[in-house]
């Protein structure tokens, strides 16, 4: 025999009982994206090239994967740069099409495209694929979804709350017992530059004070020290590293760092906006975290931050977003405000696996199976189905009447049939089915009518 | 200004308003897809290069995207394969992957792969997009979806009934008038083939006798002609090309004809089965027609051969499929019988435009806007929000107080809003809510609890 067929690395087949779990997880967050009002868009799996090199900085631009050039455009390879080993030209030489990194520079670019045949602010949701050529590792794929949901033309901070009752509604109906949304400002992080006078080095700044969850103070400190922030300004900001009083507490604290700050003001009052809507509106599961030191790709948000941990599980964030002020103006349009927050669905499906949150309901296989006893009874039996199929019960009659019993009851485990209907020549006679519970064993006697109606109402009490 | 930006020719973005027409033909294939016990797998976009090439032939080859390698793997490229002018080994040495072109080879690979994951017959759908670099032109795309069921591991001619009742429900379901679903059996047109004593030319016969309906009967003798078919083979089969008859008529005359040929009579067994069935079991709109001149690829099928075409409409065939003995057989996985079909979901959107079949309610944009008088207003309606979303009611609250009355009024006609809540400082008082019907202009006064029960009565009722 050949060698067994496979995948390429990175990717993933998804069985019937994967793809039960994953369309669970996609439709309560599509169902939530709904009914706040976001509309679903969809946008090509590839881009132009140019639409999408330069947006994710040079690591982004190497795990872009690109199409190849078809037919006699391959003769356009441009030789003499594969020589120089300039290989990022080689590879423009030799593709105009990419596929897409992720959902946000498409949905830029989709908005400018299309700015006169959408109304602002326009919310829309968004659950496609993205491809990304990094190593493949545990967790980490080369095509995975995004699930994301972004408003744009408007600053309103009634989106930033919305968002936090949507990561609340998604993951409490998901079931995941305890999360917490971690929020956070950029314009507080500027003021924090600014006070300390490290306004030119924001980003270093930042970048270090964002691990500060995985190397400690003391690895935040060294960090800093390294990136030639002075000794002054490290003084300054290290005591708002370990804040720990309740978010009011702590925003008084950091309110008064920033009293110099215009900019930093402007985000405390931006964040305590948000934490007084949410102390009126309350929460269901989520805990609501004010985190100085949450930064997440800084040079891409412009306000509010937000990132979702589940408690109690290793894991990384399975949900974040934030406010970004020009996205749009990548591609020529100015002045449009967004924000927007993604879904981690693998993270989601990798903590409910953990958990074992998955709803028994979706192991459910086919509803009903008929056994196929003889060429009389299949015949009975086809019409028999058909009236089942009629009333929306999915059902199935075995294909052949020249298996045994034994066959047929074992590919009605292996499929977790429910029930079995069993119609064999008495049966046929007198107009009867017997029902098998094939969890249970029990057996009952139905007419088909009966049948039907026990069925659909089974059904109907899920 | 920027140029604006676009997206790669043969592609598409989906606005909300196509998002709803193709997810209402998506979920009803899907919806008759489960009833009818199939199951859902997902495949990865891309397949490594060996899975996909050689399996469509040299013009499938031709358009298969290929995904260029990332990094020092381009430095394999094989200059001298470019100089000789040998694109197609060029392009192997520059890429390993490629974005898949049906989902017919993946579902093969899949079945070889996880066969002892699975239990035969296995019945799955997959609705997945796939690629081709195909010249775009009108109704032709580079990117497009497919929608498919495969039963694979049974010879049952059971699903191929199955089948003809799925094509039946499923257009029914979308409300097509009037629709005729082609069979045909490759046995029988072996059994012409051989009776006219082409045997050998068996390919080159049934294609041109495929084209009847394009190029007429002239057209079709000029082609066999030229492909050296003798001038009395023509003659025997000329008669078969326009049988008026009913399709037992035909089938008795088919069946006189291929009297001596044991593998046309097995063609016209399996087919009169198939036509006995249906006429005990009845079909919802459809019409079943034999017709000997179906062919569709023809080298892949085996037994029944399946199209369907929308009448009325001028567009190529709708939905198509047929049996297949061998196709696990491509990964070494021999002796597997299978019957696939599929749903052209593009031809399908296109056939339910022209005709104007969607359902009105897919243009129902969001139920209810709460219009923002002011800071006041605002905190009262968000609570009111809360409350609605709670009951699973769409809705949103207009995200800015400073925004005039007209402006909000146009964001919900824009957004087609279906009622308004008006709430001021005198609804407020009395805990009231005005709620406007955008279509009618009526208004109503509701206290919360009335307004909440009225719209969830009214969605129920969809």
Redesign the interface.
């Known amino acids: 025999?050949?060698?067994?067929?496979?995948?390429?690395k990175g990717?993933?087949?998804?069985?019937?009982a994967?793809?039960?779990k994953r369309?669970y997880i996609f439709e309560t967050i599509k169902n939530a994206f709904?009914?706040?009002?976001f509309?679903?868009?969809?946008?090509?799996?590839?881009?132009?090239r140019e639409?999408l090199l330069g947006k994710y900085g040079e690591e982004g631009d190497?795990?872009i994967?690109?199409?190849?050039n078809?037919?006699?455009k391959?003769?356009k390879?441009d030789?003499n740069a594969?020589e120089n080993d300039n290989?990022a030209v080689?590879?423009n030489s030799?593709?105009?099409?990419a596929?897409r990194y992720d959902l946000t520079v498409p949905f830029a670019?989709?908005v400018?495209?299309?700015q006169n045949?959408?109304?602002f602010?326009f919310?829309?949701y968004q659950i496609q694929?993205v491809?990304r050529?990094d190593r493949p590792q545990h967790g980490r794929y080369q095509?995975f979804y995004q699930c994301d949901a972004d408003v744009v033309g408007?600053d309103?901070l009634?989106?930033e709350?919305e968002y936090i009752?949507l990561f609340d509604?998604v993951l409490t109906s998901l079931h995941i017992p305890d999360f917490t949304i971690k929020i956070n400002n950029r314009k507080i992080l500027s003021g924090i530059a600014e006070i300390s006078g490290e306004s030119e080095r924001l980003i270093d700044m930042t970048v270090a004070i964002d691990k500060l969850d995985k190397i400690g103070q003391d690895g935040v400190v060294k960090e800093l020290e390294e990136k030639g922030i002075s000794a002054a300004a490290i003084a300054k900001i290290t005591p708002l590293f370990d804040l720990s009083g309740s978010n009011s507490e702590n925003l008084e604290k950091i309110r008064g760092f920033l009293a110099e700050s215009e900019i930093g003001l402007k985000g405390i009052e931006e964040l305590s906006f948000l934490l007084e809507?949410i102390e009126?509106?309350g929460l269901n599961r989520a805990k609501l975290e004010f985190d100085v030191t949450l930064a997440r790709g800084l040079n891409y948000y412009t306000g509010a931050i937000f990132e979702v941990k589940a408690n109690g599980v290793k894991m990384g964030s399975i949900c974040g977003g934030g406010r970004y002020d020009d996205l749009t103006g990548l591609?020529?349009?100015s002045g449009m405000s967004g924000v927007g927050i993604s879904f981690g669905a693998d993270r989601i499906y990798d903590v409910l696996t953990e958990l074992q949150l998955f709803p028994a309901s979706l192991e459910k296989g086919?509803t009903l199976l008929f056994v196929n006893f003889g060429e009389k009874e299949?015949?009975h039996c086809?019409?028999l189905l058909?009236e089942v199929?009629a009333n929306?019960?999915?059902?199935?009659?075995y294909?052949?009447f020249d298996a045994k019993m034994k066959k047929q009851m074992?590919?009605a485990d292996?499929?977790k049939v429910e029930f079995v209907a069993i119609v064999g020549e008495e049966e046929m006679n007198d107009g009867l089915i017997q029902l098998k519970n094939m969890a249970t064993g029990e057996q009952e006697e139905f007419s088909l009518e009966e049948m039907i109606d026990f069925l659909v109402k089974r059904h109907n009490a899920y």
Chains 1, 2 share one sequence.
């Open positions: 025999m050949a060698q067994k067929p496979s995948i390429p990717t993933r087949d998804f069985l019937p994967d793809v039960a369309t709904r009914k706040y009002g509309q679903p868009i969809e946008t090509p799996s590839f881009e132009k639409t190497r795990l994967f690109r199409i190849l078809s037919g006699d391959m003769k390879a030789l594969l290989l080689f590879a030799l593709s105009e099409k596929l670019r989709f400018v495209q299309h045949e959408i109304s602010p919310k829309r694929p491809w050529a095509e408007s309103s009634l989106y709350l009752q509604e809507q009126a509106l591609f020529g349009m086919l299949q015949q086809l019409k058909k199929r929306a019960i999915d059902a199935e009659l294909p052949s074992k590919y292996d499929k």
